[in-house]
């Protein structure tokens, strides 16, 4: 008897080594790291300016102004320290980091406009293309917020982590992936212009 | 068994004698232990194989084969069978499309000048893979796919919301309207395809996701290759069946021919209905001063590129024929010598940036970029 107490004494703590515990926070960051996953959207967003023209006569004519710009958004789940976990028991929020944007204006160039009339490129600009470019800049902003990127990285990242959290030991938890919806003032802020 | 006989404790009520008594079992019972521990290890093991938490040697052997298989496909090979399409880049543009006509009773003619706006997705179609588009060679998964395109179909393209009229002349009637709508769509294309390389920013993000989720789902190495080359790819959109009116017969062919008006570096006004991203590059190119009307005429040559023909009718901009090419090439030598390196300049503006040869052909003054020597 005493025998086969002793050899029970020794497995059980085999068998209980082989119980996983449920992972912490820490863990789960780093789990999340270990998937090195980008997520990226590159759009090339063009818009025109309209500049009407008038002569001394009052014949009206108009130029177009093209304006390019390149805007790469982009959510890597490998940066652990800007993903936050937080964990409550059996609950674990994770918060996922802000996307990185960057925004890269094409060179403007008065021989990129289009006139659509007969009138001399002197006459439209005289000024030069810098006056256009707040204006520009206005109007392709404002076209990629309406977009909104990021929240549409954030639902990709969060399918990812999803099926990352299905894995054997990290499956005994309860989650809730936030998925930050940024205001228009916030994204301005994030966006850095090259 | 003996000595344990010999010290046998009866009744071990003290702690140091059941010591002893442990000590005495694992003398006794040693090789017996490391059986059992040998036995429970060997168990553990298979059942981790068994849950997929370990591969065995030969496991990892028949994955390579086992790929495709519907039973025994790895997570990524049903992620990716899951997708249709994969986004490189989005082109969301707004393109202004002119059009001209003569009416009968003006001596001018009449235009109008449409900004239309539309998105296209520039990716990979992973419906069009191929039977084995996914291997495993050592630690390395790699992905066959089809060649980089544009995904979004012709009629999703344009948003007809923000269409906008921006002058006009003349009426214009709704076939016309549609036609100049469809061209809005070529020109959509034409810029996606020959400025700023997009194809090529496109196969570079889609490769960057996809070897980024190799990754992610473990695998040590990854390689993404793309089907066609280079030239292969269609360098210029082509403009479909009756999106050009019959009176600008210019336009009128289908060899994929791509024109450039170009008069003593100022654009012919008449030819604004040509996709002006060619023409406003055109004043970087060259210095060149052409005759009035002279055309610079750019048209695909079968097999072997593109072609440049010089054009000078002298007359109306009409479909120029192949007896008018004027032969300025070869009449000047510094001509000929400003001609290439302006074709140079445009090959690697219009076509992706990638260098190429320029060959010389002794007939009808052409020069022909050489795609087969890259």
């Known amino acids: 008897m005493t025998r086969y107490t002793l050899l029970l004494l020794l497995l059980l703590p085999l068998l209980f080594s082989c119980r996983e515990e449920a992972p912490s926070a820490e863990e789960i960051a780093r789990h999340i790291a270990q998937h090195p996953v980008t997520y990226t959207e590159t759009y090339i967003i063009s818009r025109n300016i309209l500049k009407e023209y008038k002569d001394k006569e009052g014949h009206s004519s108009k130029a177009v102004i093209p304006l390019k710009a390149k805007f790469t958004a982009q959510l890597n789940l490998q940066k652990t320290r800007q993903i936050v976990v937080r964990k409550e028991e059996n609950m674990v929020w994770i918060t996922l980091p802000a996307p990185e944007i960057t925004l890269q204006f094409s060179k403007q160039s008065s021989s990129n406009a289009i006139y659509c009339s007969d009138v001399s490129r002197s006459s439209f600009f005289e000024t030069g293309l810098d006056a256009y470019k707040d204006q520009g800049r206005a109007i392709i902003l404002k076209a990629i917020l309406a977009k909104n990127i990021p929240l549409k990285l954030q639902k990709d990242a969060a399918m990812t982590l999803a099926t990352l959290m299905g894995e054997a030991r990290f499956k005994q938890l309860d989650y809730t992936i936030e998925v930050k919806r940024y205001s228009e003032k916030d994204l301005l802020k994030l966006i850095v212009e090259k | ?374």
């Open chain 2, 1 to 374: 068994m003996r000595r344990m006989q010999e010290n046998k404790i009866d009744h071990p009520n003290t702690w140091k004698d059941r010591y002893e008594t442990l000590k005495l079992f694992i003398a006794d019972h040693f090789l017996a232990l490391i059986k059992v521990a040998i036995v429970l290890m060997c168990f553990l093991m298979f059942l981790a194989i068994l849950t997929g938490n370990i591969k065995s040697p030969s496991s990892r052997k028949d994955a390579s084969s086992s790929l495709l298989d519907p039973h025994k496909a790895p997570p990524i090979v049903k992620k990716l069978q899951g997708m249709t399409q994969i986004n490189g880049l989005i082109e969301d543009r707004e393109v202004v499309v002119s059009q001209f006509k003569m009416l009968n009773n003006t001596p001018k003619p009449v235009s109008i000048h449409m900004q239309v706006t539309g998105t296209l997705a520039i990716g990979v179609n992973l419906q069009k893979r191929t039977r084995k588009w996914i291997e495993l060679v050592a630690d390395t998964l790699i992905l066959h796919l089809p060649g980089i395109e544009i995904l979004t179909p012709d009629p999703e393209c344009l948003d007809r919301e923000k269409e906008k009229t921006l002058i006009q002349s003349g009426s214009w009637n709704g076939n016309e309207l549609s036609a100049i709508r469809q061209r809005g769509v070529c020109v959509l294309k034409r810029q996606s395809i020959a400025e700023d390389s997009c194809f090529v920013i496109a196969e570079r993000e889609v490769r960057k996701q996809l070897l980024s989720l190799i990754k992610s789902y473990g695998y040590k190495y990854g390689k993404v290759l793309f089907s066609g080359t280079l030239q292969e790819r269609p360098l210029i959109a082509h403009y479909p069946e009756g999106a050009i009116p019959n009176d600008y017969n210019f336009y009128d062919n289908s060899a994929g021919e791509h024109m450039i008006f170009y008069k003593n570096g100022t654009i012919l006004s008449y030819s604004d209905q040509i996709p002006y991203e060619h023409i406003y590059n055109l004043a970087e190119f060259t210095t060149l001063s052409f005759p009035a009307n002279t055309n610079l005429h750019l048209l695909k040559a079968e097999g072997k590129g593109y072609i440049l023909k010089i054009n000078n009718p002298n007359a109306n901009i009409k479909m120029p024929e192949t007896q008018q090419y004027i032969n300025y090439v070869h009449s000047d030598k510094e001509m000929h010598k400003q001609l290439k390196k302006m074709m140079q300049s445009l090959s690697q503006k219009l076509f992706y940036n990638i260098p190429c040869n320029i060959i010389e052909t002794d007939t009808n003054g052409e020069v022909v970029i050489d795609y087969s020597k890259l």
